[in-house]
């Protein structure tokens, strides 16, 4: 058994790392605070904690962006969350805007992947379009575990200014989460992209964080060859495989679009 949470010291250390970044990024951009989209979800519940720790919650604008999968309990999480750090929040609808999306290629209609990478979309150009506006920048939720095998929308979610718990796995998540004082609830939640109704983390990528995250830190950040890591765990080495595979497939959103290079 691996077990990646930290130690009391090590996450008092990282919490204090985390808030200092957001405060530094902030101020380095010349910007007045910073903007998020608040989902109800554990990740943005922990990056709003951290935001309002590092910049006080004068410097934190939440937005909350249902549409018609959303679910009705996460949208009010989203604003207990933010009634609860007391920060300034907004709820702006993104259904008629991703109507008239496929209202303008009605061939998506239907396409849950598709669609819902718009309704992503849709949010990151609400988060900039509110972060242009006020001179905030745009925080990122994305953790170490989605990043590494590529578990988010491409300038979808994941476009953004920073990402403060762009290095955590999804268990140190939740572990920070409750230090910060999330409540309990929150913190135990299935995760969702809500993308589509009844959509799951686990269930869509085929694995559950508890598996993914300990192999993506011993094998694909580690560099453990896959039989010592599946030995170690105790899982096939087929599902380590699967994993690196996640991780190279998704390459390309770890990186700038390429261009040719120079001719010689
Ligand atoms: N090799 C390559 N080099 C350069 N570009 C490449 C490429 N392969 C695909 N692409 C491009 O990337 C596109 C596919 O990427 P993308 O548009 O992101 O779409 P895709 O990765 O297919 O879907 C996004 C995934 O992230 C999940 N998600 C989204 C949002 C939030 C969360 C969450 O956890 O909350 C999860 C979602 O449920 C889905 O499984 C292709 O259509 C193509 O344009
Ligand atoms: N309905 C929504 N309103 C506002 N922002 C949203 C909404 N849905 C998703 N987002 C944004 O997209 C991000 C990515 O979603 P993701 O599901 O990975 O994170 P989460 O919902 O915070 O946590 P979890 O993974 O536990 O569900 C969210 O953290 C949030 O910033
Ligand atoms: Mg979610």
């Known amino acids: 058994m691996v077990d990646l949470r930290f130690s009391d010291v090590e996450l008092a250390e990282r919490r204090e790392h985390i808030t200092g970044f957001i405060e530094e990024t902030v101020a380095d951009a010349g910007a007045d605070g910073a903007v998020l989209g608040l989902s109800g979800g554990i990740d943005s519940t922990t990056v709003a904690h951290l935001a309002v720790e590092a910049l006080g919650n004068d410097g934190l604008k939440g937005l909350v962006m249902p549409g018609e999968v959303s679910h009705e309990a996460n949208m009010s999480d989203a604003e207990r969350v933010a009634e609860m750090l007391d920060i300034e929040y907004e709820v702006i609808e993104i ?4 109507d008239q999306l496929v209202a303008g290629y009605p ?4 396409d849950d992947l ?3 990478n718009a309704r992503a979309r849709t949010r990151g150009v609400l988060n900039y379009l509110v972060g242009n506006h006020e001179n ?8 170490r575990s989605e990043a590494q095998v590529g578990y988010y929308t491409k300038y979808g979610d994941g476009a953004v200014d920073c990402h403060p718990i762009g290095n955590l796995y999804k268990v140190q998540v939740r572990q920070l989460a409750r230090d910060l004082g999330v409540p309990e609830d929150l913190v135990d939640k299935t995760p ?4 589509w109704s009844e959509q799951t983390d686990e269930e869509e990528m085929g ?3 508890d598996t993914l995250d300990p192999i993506l830190a011993l094998h694909v950040d580690g560099a453990l060859s896959a039989s010592a890591t599946a030995a170690t765990l105790d899982v096939d080495v087929s599902t380590v495989e699967e994993v690196r595979g996640m991780y ?12 040719p290079p120079a001719l010689d």
């Open 207 to 209: 694995i559950a964080y």
């Open 95 to 98: 259904q008629p805007i991703i």
């Open 114 to 116: 598709a669609v819902g």
């Open 248 to 259: 190279e497939r998704s390459a390309h959103k770890r990186s700038m679009p390429p261009a």
């Open 136 to 143: 905030r920048l745009v925080l990122g939720t994305g953790n």
């Open 107 to 110: 061939e998506a209609e239907g």
């Open 192 to 195: 969702t992209a809500g993308l």
